[in-house]
């Protein structure tokens, strides 16, 4: 399974940014989908995820600004940011949680990470 991120850049405080990731490869069974982020000195963390049943996960400090949706036709798991603060700067991987078979556990696979920049 590859990971493909897209969509980092830089914005202003205050504006929007939307993130995508798609997944290709050898796809067989797609469970939870997210986003986490890593800050330069940080340790990355979570920012958002979605279930395979379409239940979302938000880290406190993006609740009522990002919007996490996935769309399991495309194997694609999308973020939409918006009212950016300078604090919400860094690189952000696209993790997806894979199955190989119905009977295994998934496997953690990361994107290459895109890098969001937020300016004052």
């Known amino acids: 399974v590859q990971l493909q991120a897209s969509g980092g850049g830089l914005v202003q405080a205050g504006g929007s940014l939307r993130l995508s990731c798609a997944a290709s490869?050898?796809?067989?069974?797609?469970?939870?989908m997210g986003w986490y982020r890593q800050a330069q000195g940080n340790q990355r963390e979570l920012v958002a995820s979605?279930?395979?049943?379409?239940?979302?996960k938000y880290a406190d400090s993006v609740k009522g600004r990002f919007t996490i949706s996935r769309d399991n036709a495309k194997n694609t798991v999308t973020l939409q940011m918006s009212s950016l603060k300078p604090e919400d700067a860094a690189v952000y991987y696209c993790?997806?949680?894979?199955?190989?078979?119905?009977?295994?556990?998934?496997?953690?696979?990361w994107g290459q990470g895109t890098e969001v920049t937020v300016s004052r």
């Open positions: 993790n997806v949680q894979h199955s190989s078979t119905l009977w295994s556990a998934p496997d953690n696979y």
């Open positions: 490869g050898r796809i067989f069974s797609i469970k939870g």
């Open positions: 979605v279930s395979s049943g379409g239940i979302t």
